[in-house]
C-alpha cells in the first residue's frame, strides 16, 4: 500500500507487492514489485501446505468502488489458491494442482486462424478453464479474448502491452503489462460468475479481476486490423464448488 502510479503500474487504491531478500530487514524497497496486475487483488497470505509447497490466497475485491454486490452486503470473494516458486529472481504463480478436480467437460478446439473476426468459443456463459498460446511476431492491431460485454483480454501491438480492459459502468478502467510481441503469449484463464484469474506464460504475471456488468453470454476470440494465430486452444467447463444448491443460513 501508499506506493504512487508509476505508469500501467500500481493504479489501484491499493496494491499488494514483494521484494525478493536474504532477510525481512534488509531490503531494497525500489524492488518492490506487484503480485498481481489486475483489478481486485489484496491481503494476500501464504502458508506452507503438508508436503511442502507454499500456497497463497487472497482477497478478489479492490477498495472505494462502488460494485453492484455492496448494497447486498457482500464485499468481495477469495481467489483461487495459488502454488508459489522462484524462477529467475521473480515470483511465479500456479492454480493449485488441486483445481483439476474441478474440471468437467474439455473441448479441445487446437489451432484458429483469425483475420479481421472473431470466433466464438463458447454460446453461453459457464465457469470454465480457457487456455490458448498467442502465437509471436504477428501482424495485427490488437488481438485477444471478449467475455461478452464485461471483459476483454487482448495484446495491443501498438503500445507493446498485454491489457484487461473491464467495461463496468461505474468502474470502466484497464490494466496492462509490457509484453515481447516477438515471443509467443502463453494464457490460462480462470472464469467464475463474477471473476476472472489469468495466468501469464506459465504464472510468471498474474491479472485477477471483478466484474459484475454484461450478459456474460458469449466468449470469443477476436482480431482486429491484421491476421493472428491461436495454438492449443482448449475450454474446460468448471464443477461447482457447492455442495448443495441452496445454501441454508
Aim: proline share 4%; charged share 25%.
Amino acid at each position: 500500500m501508499g506506493l504512487k502510479p508509476h505508469g500501467i503500474a500500481r493504479n489501484n487504491p491499493s496494491i499488494t507487492s514483494y521484494v525478493i531478500a536474504d532477510d525481512g530487514e534488509n531490503f531494497d524497497p525500489n524492488l518492490l514489485t506487484e503480485i498481481d496486475h489486475g483489478h481486485d487483488f489484496y491481503a494476500s497470505q501464504s502458508m506452507q501446505s503438508p508436503d511442502g509447497r507454499r500456497l497463497m490466497i487472497a482477497w478478489l475485491a479492490m477498495w472505494k468502488l462502488p460494485f453492484a454486490s455492496y448494497p447486498d452486503g457482500w464485499c468481495g470473494m477469495l481467489t483461487l489458491p495459488r502454488e508459489l516458486s522462484l524462477k529467475d529472481g521473480k515470483l511465479v504463480q500456479r492454480p493449485v494442482r488441486e483445481l483439476s478436480a474441478l474440471y468437467k467437460k474439455e473441448k479441445i478446439l487446437g489451432q484458429i486462424e483469425l483475420t479481421n473476426s472473431t470466433c466464438t468459443l463458447k454460446k453461453h456463459f459457464k465457469p470454465a478453464r480457457i487456455s490458448f498460446i498467442l502465437k509471436g511476431g504477428q501482424e495485427f492491431e490488437c488481438a485477444g479474448i471478449h467475455i461478452d460485454e464485461a471483459l476483454s483480454l487482448y495484446v495491443d501491438r501498438q503500445h507493446g502491452e498485454l491489457t484487461l480492459l473491464r467495461k463496468e459502468p461505474n468502474a470502466f478502467s484497464s490494466r496492462s503489462i509490457p509484453l515481447d510481441l516477438k515471443q509467443d503469449l502463453t494464457l490460462e484463464i480462470y472464469l467464475d460468475a463474477s471473476s476472472i484469474e489469468v495466468f501469464v506464460n506459465g504464472g510468471v504475471d498474474t491479472f485477477t479481476s471483478a466484474f459484475y456488468s454484461g450478459k456474460r453470454q458469449h466468449i470469443s476470440l477476436f482480431v482486429h486490423n491484421g491476421q493472428a494465430v491461436f495454438d492449443a486452444v482448449k475450454v474446460i467447463t468448471l464443477k461447482s464448488v457447492m455442495r448443495h444448491k441452496q445454501l441454508l443460513l
